[in-house]
């Protein structure tokens, strides 16, 4: 079952500006991760942020999380064209529930020269 | 040195075969997964093992076992391939929940 739902399906931006994406979901969770997939190659951890926290870093990465709205951003400032990718949130259910990770459709970033 | 590796990167092969994806995890990981993306990009998972033991089996056609003859290794062995299984495989490993997952670089599936 789908649990992640980000938000825009797609977006295309300058290099230099930010980009933002949104990710809800819809139960609890023991943490939500964020993912990156480059075209033809496989999912790379980016970053992780347990329920407990609202705000975390990772150089030029920023991860927000509402419990309360049962939703996270992921910021990424000074996009490059290496940023262009597509973006999956993906939300790990408390302990007691079943422990893999749901992944949301992502969001596809394209970042122009 | 790769972490998770699958083999092979492709596979193509006529309806009604049978196949086997190999997966391989050297970060001494004591669980393993395996995820279909389909042509939308939605990733699903199929099964969970810890420690050579499954824990997670979703709804997948029992023409799907999976193996794990050790911690290291979770194969996938798929019978009667049929078109609708045609799709990206993705290996994946953790070292227990509340961590990140590392995955492999997929098996690209299609099936003719």
């Known amino acids: 079952s789908q649990q992640g739902e980000e938000d825009p399906q797609a977006l295309s931006i300058q290099e230099g500006e930010n980009a933002t994406m949104n990710c809800s979901y819809k139960t609890s969770i023991n943490n939500l991760q964020w993912y990156r997939q480059n075209s033809g190659r496989g999912l790379v951890h980016l970053i992780l942020?347990?329920?407990?926290?609202r705000e975390k870093h990772s150089g030029r990465l920023r991860v927000t999380l509402d419990t309360s709205k049962k939703s996270s951003s992921l910021l990424i400032t000074a996009s490059r064209a290496a940023d262009t990718a597509s973006y999956f949130c993906a939300t790990e259910a408390p302990l007691g529930s079943q422990g893999n990770l749901i992944f949301g459709k992502g969001t596809k970033l394209s970042v122009k020269p | 040195d790769t972490a998770v590796s699958q083999t092979p990167k492709y596979l193509v092969t006529q309806m009604g075969n049978d196949k086997s994806i190999k997966c391989e995890q050297n970060l001494g990981h004591d669980t393993m997964y395996w995820y279909k993306q389909d042509s939308k990009k939605f990733l699903k998972i199929m099964f969970s093992y810890n420690n050579k033991e499954l824990i997670i089996n979703e709804t997948v056609p029992n023409r799907f076992s999976p193996k794990s003859p050790d911690k290291a290794h979770l194969n996938l062995h798929i019978n009667s391939l049929e078109l609708g299984d045609s799709a990206v495989y993705f290996c994946?490993?953790?070292?227990?929940?509340?961590?990140?997952?590392?995955f492999g670089s997929g098996t690209r599936l299609t099936v003719v």
């Open positions: 994946a490993s953790s070292p227990t929940r509340g961590y990140g997952y590392t």
């Open positions: 942020i347990r329920s407990n926290e």
